[in-house]
C-alpha cells in the first residue's frame, strides 16, 4: 500500500471506532446507573452478571477512552488544516515575504 492509501484508510477507521468506543463507555455507564438498585434474588441473576461486564469495559477502555478520542481529534484537525492550507508555514523565506529586519 501507498502511503496515501494508508493515510485514508487511518481516516476513515479512526473516527467510527473513537465514536463506537465512545458509545460503548457511555452505554455501560448508563446501563450500571439504571440497574444499580435492582434486587437480586437468584444466584445466576442475568442483570448481575451484565453489570459485570460493563464494569469491565469500563475498567479495560475508561483509560484508554480519553487518549484514543484527543488524537482521533488532534488527526482529524491536522487533516482539515492541511487539506486547506491552514499549516502557519508559508513556505517563504524573509526577503520573499519582504519582511524588514531592524538591528
Known amino acids: 500500500m501507498t502511503d496515501k492509501k494508508i493515510n ?9 471506532v473513537s465514536a463506537l468506543l465512545l458509545i460503548l463507555t457511555l452505554m455501560s455507564a448508563y ?3 439504571a440497574e444499580s438498585t ?9 442483570v448481575c452478571a451484565t453489570l459485570e461486564v460493563c464494569e469491565a469495559v469500563l475498567n479495560r477502555i475508561g483509560s484508554v477512552l ?6 482521533s481529534l ?3 484537525i491536522m487533516a482539515i488544516s492541511v487539506k486547506t492550507g491552514m499549516t502557519g508555514v508559508t513556505g517563504l523565506s524573509i526577503v ?5 529586519m531592524n538591528n
Not at 485514508?8 to 467510527?16: D, E, N
Open 66 to 71: 480519553p487518549f484514543v478520542c484527543m488524537a
Open 74 to 76: 488532534v488527526y482529524i
Open 96 to 100: 520573499e515575504e519582504k519582511i524588514r
Open 38 to 46: 435492582h434486587e437480586c434474588h437468584e444466584e445466576d441473576c442475568p
Open 8 to 16: 485514508k484508510f487511518t481516516a476513515l477507521v479512526s473516527l467510527p
Open 31 to 33: 446501563y450500571i446507573a
